[in-house]
């Protein structure tokens, strides 16, 4: 079901509701500094709404084996006018007046608004496994700190500690002291900065099928051989190869 045709609150009980969350979404008026939020680099999908913008972070954070940049902005835009609407369907639930098939309608209203916070929940949670899992290898890279948020910094500086701690007392005490650390590398790395084979990094060579918003510059892939993805083209690929096409929203994956 479309949810302006059938779960806008706005014409239930006489019209004191308000506009809907889509509405509210779709109409509201753009910031005063909104050209300073666009990113350089990065190209808006052309009339993609708030709701689908989250999906499509959604799809790609759980299909990325490396973390994203976060979505902060949007999240916290999207869980106000939740809380907006959930008020709205809250106040006309007590109103005596309410007829029932008003009352349906905000049911119905109240299920779309949950399968939306399902799709905020999944995607926080997609990102905290990662976070968690990657602890380590996140407070050694400056880079990947730059793709999250204040608080996803400190927990993956609190993991790391944690887990640190934790190996220290469990198994590390108790070896010699040449081997009581976590800072092992690769005897066979033949790389300036030699790999720490006890941290845990993401698999950016993993492949992932990538599916083309639009006409994308050419990728090379790791044969040597270059892809052009025109608009609408699937190809599967290392991650690496369409990580910088995914971050500027030219495609997205699936």
């Known amino acids: 079901m479309d949810w302006d045709d059938e779960y806008d609150l ?16 779709r109409n509201a008026a753009p910031d005063e500094d909104e050209d300073e939020d666009i990113i350089p680099g990065v190209l808006p999908v052309i009339n993609e709404t708030p709701l689908e913008q989250l999906i499509r972070h959604w799809t790609n954070e759980r299909h990325a084996p490396d973390l994203l940049a976060a979505q902060e902005d949007l999240l916290a835009n ?12 809250q106040l006309l639930r007590g109103d005596a007046s309410t007829s029932e098939e008003e009352h349906i309608r905000i049911m119905l209203a109240q299920v779309e608004i ?5 799709i905020v929940r999944s995607y926080v949670r997609t990102r905290l496994f990662k976070i968690e899992k990657y602890a380590r290898y996140i407070t050694t890279n400056a880079e990947i700190q730059t793709r999250m948020t204040a608080a996803e910094r400190a927990h993956a500086s609190r ?23 976590l800072d092992d590398v690769d005897p066979l790395s033949t790389s300036e900065e030699p790999k720490n084979i006890m941290i845990t990094e993401p698999d950016r060579t993993r492949p992932v099928f990538a599916h083309a918003l639009q006409n994308c510059p050419p990728v090379h892939l790791p044969d040597g051989e270059s892809l052009k993805m ?14 910088h096409l995914v971050a500027r929203g030219e495609a997205e994956l699936v």
């Open 10 to 25: 706005q014409t239930v009980g006489g019209g004191t509701a308000g506009p809907s969350f889509m509405d509210r979404v």
């Open 230 to 243: 025109a608009k609408g083209h699937i190809s599967l690929v290392p991650f690496y190869v369409v990580e």
């Open 114 to 118: 949950e399968r939306v916070k399902f």
């Open 78 to 89: 999207l869980l106000d006018h939740l809380r907006r609407q959930s008020e709205t369907v």
């Open 159 to 181: 993991q790391a500690n944690m887990i640190d701690r934790h190996l220290y007392s469990s198994v590390l005490q108790s070896l010699p002291p040449t081997q009581g650390h």
